[in-house]
C-alpha cells in the first residue's frame, strides 16, 4: 500500500468522528514534502469549513499520523476546505453536484474526448453524466476519470439572460436579419 492510501486510510475516519469529509488528499514535493487534505461539512448544510476547523483537524491528524509513523520522511501537513471549485473524487462526490457545471478528464478517449466540461446531469451506477455546451451528452465510468473538479462560471447567468431560448436579446449575430418589407 502506497503512503497516500495509508494517510486516506487514517485520515477518513479521523475526520469522519470530528464531523467533516475526507474531500482529498494530495501530496506535493517542491523542495520539501507537503500532505494537502481537504475537508467538507459531512452534514450536508453547505456551510464552510473554519480556519478553526481546519487547525483542530490538522492537530488531530498530524499526531495519528506520527504516531503511526505512516510518513517515513519529514513533511508539512496542510488541511483546508475545498474551495469553490471542488474536486469530485466520488460517484457521491458527482451526484451532490448534479446540476452544477463540472471539468472532467479521463485516464483515456471516452466518446473521442479526454476533457470535457457542462453540467452534471447524471450520476448512477458508477457513471457520470455531463450535458456539454454543444448539446450532447458525454458519459464516463468514475473509475475512468484522472481528476475532476467543478468549474465557477460567474457570466453564465448573464450569458443565459441574453441567450435568445431564455427571452433575451442575444448577441447581434445570434439573431436572424430582418427581412426588408
Not at 109 to 128: K, Q
Request: some cysteine; glycine content about 10%; hydrophobic content about 40%.
Amino acid at each position: 500500500m502506497d503512503v497516500r492510501h495509508e494517510v486516506l486510510e487514517i485520515a477518513g475516519p479521523l475526520v469522519e468522528e470530528m464531523g467533516f469529509e475526507l474531500v482529498d488528499v494530495e501530496f506535493v514535493s517542491a523542495g520539501r514534502l507537503t500532505i494537502r487534505v481537504y475537508l467538507d461539512r459531512l452534514d450536508g448544510t453547505g456551510g464552510q469549513v473554519s480556519i478553526d476547523d481546519c487547525t483542530r483537524v490538522s492537530r488531530r491528524l498530524d499526531d495519528a499520523l506520527e504516531m503511526n509513523q505512516t510518513v517515513p520522511y519529514r513533511f508539512v501537513l496542510e488541511v483546508s476546505s475545498p474551495g469553490i471549485e471542488r474536486r469530485l473524487r466520488t460517484l457521491e462526490h458527482f451526484k451532490r453536484h448534479v446540476g452544477a457545471r463540472a471539468f472532467v478528464q479521463t485516464h483515456d478517449l471516452l466518446d473521442g474526448r479526454r476533457r470535457v466540461e457542462g453540467t452534471i446531469v447524471g450520476a448512477e451506477d458508477g457513471t457520470v453524466t455531463l450535458q456539454t455546451e454543444e448539446g450532447g451528452r458525454w458519459s464516463a465510468p468514475v473509475e475512468a476519470v484522472q481528476k475532476a473538479h467543478l468549474v465557477v462560471d460567474p457570466w453564465a447567468g448573464l450569458r443565459a439572460a441574453k441567450s435568445p431560448a431564455a427571452g433575451g436579446r442575444g448577441n447581434a449575430r445570434d439573431r436572424a436579419p430582418k427581412e426588408k418589407e
